[in-house]
């Protein structure tokens, strides 16, 4: 549906959501219980990217933490949060207990406003665009306003199917739903009540208090920084390295860059190449050492201590579970 390739793994979403007639897609996830995992720290159910459309992420199953633009927010079931434009934004949980499941829609802000020059756009979306105007970031349900916009949101997700997909959780996937053929005028809902979601967010929105924000010019170097880590992670890479590359000191650099992220950025660069290889062992039949390199590591053994410290087991131990599409006993 609308699918335009980008740049590969460089953190930027690399296809539209739906397509130019009705730019909105809905993808929903599914991770099941104990995938790989033993009493982590972490474990990212949504990695580090940005998108120039917004999004809501709602949360149907488990409990996560979802970071937008270095905030951290605590989501339950039934809670969803807002991702404005080109927030980085990566979502994790603590416990590999229970399943989690959760659906990101995400939509242009032309799907709300006509044209570029209307009074909508200028009034309502640019300011939101810009940072000017600041949305409440999560939306729970004792809050009665906020309750409504969950029910708006499940409405519009209701109107979306999954069965097309082969439903497979260990696959890593993050589907685009398909609009339900039965759905009556299903566009005009859709939009409707995206207007109605606004309409509600703009009423309790707050101006953007400037000294507590990250600058957009740090937060696009950051994005930067992620580019290089995503393009170079096969590579020896430095900190000075990653610094140099948006022209900024090392110690600035990381205190940016977890500001922004809230994590350190070898955490991250160590965090990125392990998920790299583990699609490389579910996928292909290289040796855990040939994956080593590939993915960075020098050393197959601080491969497989970073790898444990991540995902709970060792390379292999992980290979043979996805195999068998069954979790790694605890």
């Known amino acids: 549906m609308g699918k335009q390739k980008r740049k590969p793994n460089d953190g930027y979403e690399h296809y539209s959501h739906g397509d130019a007639r009705f730019p909105i897609g809905i993808h929903k996830t599914i991770f099941p219980p104990n ?4 009493g982590l720290s972490e474990y990212q159910i949504l990695y580090t990217h940005w998108h120039s459309e917004f999004e809501f992420f709602y949360l149907s199953r488990g409990e996560c933490t979802i970071v937008i633009d270095g905030a951290e927010y605590q989501l339950s079931p039934g809670d969803a949060a807002f991702i404005p434009s080109n927030a980085a934004h990566r979502a994790y949980r603590l416990s590999s207990a229970h399943e989690s499941v959760f659906y990101a829609v995400v939509f242009s802000p032309q799907l709300i406003s006509g044209s570029a020059a209307d009074a909508i756009n200028e009034k309502y979306i640019t300011p939101v665009i810009n940072g000017e105007i600041v949305f409440a970031p999560v939306f729970k349900r004792d809050v009665p306003w906020q309750s409504e916009v969950l029910d708006r949101l499940i409405s519009i997700m209701s109107l979306y199917d999954y069965t097309p997909y082969d439903n497979d959780p260990y696959s890593g996937r993050y589907p685009e739903l398909f609009l339900r053929e039965d759905a009556e005028c299903p566009e005009l809902f859709i939009k409707s009540s995206l207007i109605m979601i606004w309409y509600e967010c703009m009423l309790h929105a707050s101006k953007a208090d400037a ?29 000075g390295e990653l610094a140099s590359s948006v022209y900024m000191s ?66 292999t131990e992980y290979r043979r579970c996805r195999e068998k599409k069954t979790p790694p006993e605890v």
């Open 211 to 239: 000294g507590g924000r990250t600058s957009s010019a740090n937060r696009e170097r950051v994005r930067r920084a992620i580019e290089y880590i995503h393009a170079h992670y096969g590579e020896p890479i430095t900190l």
């Open 250 to 315: 090392r110690e600035y650099f990381s205190h940016i860059f977890r500001q922004c992220t809230r994590v350190s950025p070898f955490a991250y660069l160590n965090n990125y190449r392990i998920r790299r290889s583990m699609e490389l062992l579910e996928t292909t039949d290289m040796t855990v050492t040939e994956i080593a390199s590939l993915c960075g590591f020098n050393q197959v053994s601080y491969y497989n201590r970073k790898f444990a410290g991540i995902a709970g087991c060792t390379p």
């Open 35 to 38: 995938p790989a995992l033993r």
